[in-house]
């Protein structure tokens, strides 16, 4: 919510109270006139935060849909606001239907129920989310006018469900076991290779997200998450994963999520999402008022944790180290927060992040110069926002 | 050795020590076959078939041209081209396609198979998957019209960007964690 949107709410709600002494007789007193209880609860009518969508095709589920960073609090994402970004829609998976089948170069293939694998050992942990493709616009200088629109393919929830490890462990991998085939039960049947070592290493089989099972739109009912890799190697729907010596060379892996540089060749195979971070208020469409703003924003690396976090205020001249929210944890987001008065000047504030690899940030200059702007994925310049004299904040 | 090692060594051998679950339900190596999908750019995972661009025309004029066009041109940014930026990729304005980018004409096999037609997919059989990939090659004249692709062809099949892939170079990452 804008600095001006809280305002105008302020401003309301004065109002309001100015009518009900007023027109006292027709004012029931609070204690009267509340609502019945309901299974599910609902947001307010007066909150109208919802994802952007954006169909890439005429053929349903092809496409994303962005998560309105701009009006989130905190560092979790509600489920129903994760993004999404589909190649084939959205399947109707009946789970006493669904099995996960593990093969290839393993002793024992193997079979899992839904019900198998949630009698494993169960493990929770808060990560971020992101496709690769995020923030592609400003890479080829049309950034978008808000921050969804730019950022939104960031999401950040806690999930739980059983170590990966742990389950291959049961069909024991042979030695020659380098990779790992996972495929979803979607339309297209789509497939990713995942390397063994992140396969044993901090991998899970997800069933749950935010304290509830999955949404259909994040994988119902069989997810795998593998953090800090991009987005699209987290396969949905998750019914097989084949063990092999070499990855496939699927089209999502050639095709697709492949980094095209200036010389012509494309980086492959390239899966850790690196350090961002990018101010959510006030931010592209907002307001800022005369007076104390909270500058505050989000930062993540899929290298561990953010260790860093610095914003600017006046073009980039100075930096100020933001507050960062406890707890950081580890491929997650992390909330920073910076108290700025704004005096009416024109500006441009940006945040730039350092993770504990000793990763800084790049500048979307720096990052052009080694890769160009048809890179295409995993584009992580420093996001600025220009604010005008009249405190209407644009993206540039 | 630091505790964090030993402790890892701890926790590896505790590990190795439990016993199996036993939730997993056996199935043989056979049965799992059956359900994979996956081809590898060695030809590994085709099954037997064959087909040419002339036997693949008539199966893609009826089940892909509705959405790629008549000659794989795609149909405005709705639905992807298959065909064209061969030569692109190194200039300022590169044009991915199967033929200008694409590695491996397996992933090629392999796609059209498990996902195409986009409303239909898995519904064509080997032998017209062989040969509607045949006719995304002839578009973007990479093979003949009468070249046959069967199992041990299409892997021998060279793509123009065979070459153009190299290992990740993160050149902004001083170092890596984990």
Known sequence: MSVKDEDRRRFLALGAGLLSTTACTTTKPASESGAHMRPHGLRSPHEKVARVIRELTASPGTGSSRTPLQHLYGTITPSDLHYERHHAGVPAIDPLQHELLVHGLVEQPLTFSMAALRRFPSVSRTCFLECSGNVIGDLRGNPPPTVQDSHGLLSCTEWTGVS?????????????AKWLIAEGADASRMARSIPVEKALDDALLVYGQNGEALRPEQGYPLRLILPGFEGNMNVKWLDRLLVTDQP????????????LLPSGKAEVLTFVMEARSVITSPSGGQQVLNGFNEITGLAWTGLGKITKVEVSTDNGKTWQVAALQEPILDKSVVRFRLPWEWKGEETIIQSRCTDESGYVQPSRDEFIALRG????YHYNGIKCWQVKADGHVVAV | MSWRCSFLLFAVLLQAQQKPFGFGKP???????????????????LPPGRGDAKAGAPIYAAKCAECHNDRGEGRENQYPGLVGGIGSLATPKPKKSVGSYWPYATTVWDHIHRAMPFDHPRSLTADEVYAVTAVVLYLNGIVTETQELNEKTLPQVRMPNRDGFIPETRPFQKRKVR
């Open chain 1, 164 to 176: 990966l490890r742990m389950v291959l462990e049961e069909a024991r991998l042979k030695p020659e």
């Open chain 1, 248 to 259: 496939a060379m699927s089209v999502k892996e050639t095709a697709n999520y492949t980094e």
């Open chain 1, 373 to 376: 702007i048809n890179a295409g």
């Open chain 2, 27 to 45: 199935v043989s190596a056979e049965e799992a076959r059956k359900r994979d999908l996956t081809v590898f750019p060695d030809g590994r995972g």
